[in-house]
């Protein structure tokens, strides 16, 4: 009897599929508390081709995604809890990451070249050099963004020009593009039997194809690209119902929130008035602040991940957080995890990473350090431009992601920005504002945003504790570490002793 009572007290319950990056979560939250109820969460391998090349499988990210809801609905019956009381999915997703499927067979045509991916450069050069002045920022005043390896229209230019199956599937009008929400809204809502081919704002602003003054894709950005019309999802609001599930212990149950990962987590950090900023720690590190001005640093968790894979440094991130606690200080050495190049604010493809500084003194220990202050530095850099941009000072950082767990992380980044660092003690704001998009769409409208309906989130809150001075000597430290890795990658070939040129990206 008990059980049955709890379960009617429920209320509205709302889902959101999170795929992000390095793994796929579905999780299902309380449309009147935010209260999250239960989740499964499942990684993703990530592949690499060739040196700078990063891919996914797309059928393996679908996968992934009916699992997490099967596991989830498991849970949420095992807890007692009715999943016909689920009345909306939201959708939240790792950006830029770009499909071509084949619209007749639903077979997807490539992998996924995900966001990090570098292969574009010499597309994203020969785009640039064909701009008045050779200037990478031809197409700002229409995207707000520079030409860059980073978003998706140079990366389905060159699945284009480089995969023959990608060619005549657009020739011969079968061809989909889609970032991943697109991929698997349209998998969801029925595949290749009718279903919904639709993207959101805030993704469709990470193709450099759409216009943000009219809110819409743009004829001369795709003629730009040379990219036909035709293959583009039908652009949408943020939170509308796009179409039904139609399998699974889900089927019939609306999909009516998408948001790509870092716009979702500035809604699930309630951002909604001018000015309120938040970053996200994930692979990449995210700052968003509610002017429509954004940032995106590449590697944040990534550079974890490289202490542990790559060097075997430390075996764990949480071992990260120990070694660096018992020294304490990175002794003056520097880490400038630029793996990929250095984004924003410097949009520099030819920078490479590098850890400088070193003394005999130097251990493992300072190097996890530098790691983790190279999160803070880089989020303080975009920081500054923003308050710049804005002309309005940040007084605090709202934070989520999963590197919000480690405390001197979050200790430092305090530091760092003399400011205070706050962060709520439900960790998963991405899928919330996913859910709260879904939850707050017109035909479901289970969930209210309007601020007095808003339930009070509890945060712990981070103060800077060193001085001002030795802080500012430090960032400018970084500053002067950040120049030393630019310039690195040049894309003229250098012949090599046998004859042969090497790749078209050597020193």
């Known amino acids: 009897m008990a059980a049955s009572s709890h379960r009617i007290m429920l209320g509205p319950l709302v889902a959101a599929i999170d795929q992000g990056t390095s793994s796929t979560r579905f999780l299902v939250f309380n449309s009147k508390t935010a209260e999250l109820l239960s989740h499964h969460q499942v990684e993703i391998k990530q592949s690499f081709p060739k040196e700078g090349w990063v891919e996914e499988d797309p059928k393996e990210i679908l996968q992934s995604v009916y699992e997490c809801m099967e596991r989830t609905c498991e849970k949420l019956t095992q807890l007692n809890i009715d999943i016909s009381n689920i009345k909306a999915i939201g959708v939240t ?50 995207t707000g963004l520079p030409i860059s390896t980073y978003f998706s229209a140079v990366k389905l230019r060159w699945l284009m020009d480089n995969v023959a199956e990608v060619h005549e599937a657009v020739v011969s009008h079968r061809a989909m593009f889609g970032t991943v929400d697109s991929w698997l809204i349209w998998c969801l809502t029925g595949g290749k039997s009718g279903g919904v081919h639709c993207t959101d704002v805030t993704n469709a602003s990470r193709t450099m194809l759409f216009n943000i003054h009219t809110m819409d894709w743009d004829p001369e950005l795709c003629k730009y690209f040379g990219i036909p019309m035709e293959i583009l999802p039908r652009v949408r609001s943020s939170s509308e119902i796009y179409g039904l599930m139609k399998s699974g212990a889900l089927s019939g149950i609306p999909i009516s929130g998408c948001l790509g990962d870092q716009s979702a987590a500035l809604v699930g950090q309630m951002c909604f008035q001018d000015g309120q900023a938040k970053n996200t720690y994930g692979t990449g590190c995210f700052l968003l602040r509610n002017t429509g001005a954004k940032g995106s640093v590449a590697i944040a968790g990534a550079v974890v991940r490289w202490l542990q894979d790559n060097l075997g440094i430390i075996g764990s991130s949480e071992e990260l957080e120990k070694l660096a606690a018992s020294v304490g200080t990175s002794y003056g050495c520097y880490f400038v995890p630029a793996f990929s190049g250095l984004y924003a604010p410097y949009w520099e493809p030819s920078a490479r990473g590098i850890i400088c500084g070193l003394t005999q003194f130097t251990n493992k220990n300072h190097v996890a350090f530098a790691a983790l202050e190279a999160v803070c530095f880089q989020t303080r850099e975009i920081l500054d431009a923003m308050n710049q941009d804005s002309g309005i000072p940040l007084t605090q950082l709202q934070v989520d992601g999963g590197m919000t767990s480690n405390r001197l992380l979050m200790q430092l980044q305090a530091d760092i920005l003399c400011i205070p660092v706050v962060k709520p003690s439900m960790p998963e704001t991405t ?77």
Not at 478 to 489: F, I
Request: glycine content about 6%.
């Open 93 to 142: 997703n790792q950006r830029e990451t770009t499909l071509v499927w084949d619209k007749e067979t639903g077979e997807p045509l490539y992998n996924a070249i995900v966001w990090l991916d570098l292969r574009t450069q010499s597309t994203v050069e020969r785009l640039i050099n064909k701009t008045p002045g050779r200037n990478k920022n031809h197409l700002k005043h229409k």
């Open 431 to 507: 899928a919330l504002g996913a859910a709260m998009a879904a939850g707050a769409a017109e035909g479901v409208s289970v969930w209210s945003l309007s601020p007095e309906d808003l339930s009070e989130v509890t945060s712990e809150k981070f103060e800077p504790q060193i001085n001002p001075e030795e802080s500012e000597f430090r960032y400018a430290r970084w500053k002067k570490a950040v120049q030393k890795s630019m310039n690195w990658e040049t894309t003229e070939p250098v012949c090599n002793g046998n004859g042969s040129s090497t790749s078209n990206m050597c020193q």
